[in-house]
């Protein structure tokens, strides 16, 4: 019997000792952050209301942008039709003011695309004369020009 007990005894130290090592293990493992999930939650809260944010401003950027489309339309055509009505205009006065069917007037857009963002080419041909630039023409010419310009405007 005493053998039994000592081989017992033995037993339950060894077990004794397998059971303190594991309680230092668990000890050792860091404890379950309980906090995860609420931090999980707050971020994706979080995430939700930037994604919110992020598409009710697309959403505005969008309606922005359709509105300037729409002004820039505006300003091409109520541009566009005030230059139409000045370029067909302006070659008929300039001929009645220089009394003279050879002479010629035209207006065209440095930029088509967008013509009120540039510049606009004016030339005019005075009777009996070949083409040549603004500059070159007589003060005379020039005030002309200038007239069936300002004439052709109003």
Known sequence: DAQAEEEIK????????????????????????????????????????TSDEFEAARKRAKKAKQAFEQ??????????????????????????????????????PENPEEPYLDGINYNCVAPGKRFRPMDNLSGGEKTVAALALLFAIH
């Open 10 to 49: 033995q037993e339950m130290n060894t077990l004794q000792q397998k059971l303190n090592e594991q309680q230092s293990v668990l000890q050792r493992i860091a404890a379950p952050n309980m906090k995860a999930m609420e931090k999980l939650e707050s971020v994706r809260d979080k995430f939700q209301e």
């Open 71 to 108: 002004i820039k339309k505006e300003r091409f055509d109520r541009f566009n039709a005030c230059f139409e009505s000045v370029a067909t205009n302006i070659d008929e006065i300039y001929k009645a003011l220089s009394r003279n069917s050879s002479a010629q007037a035209f207006l065209g």
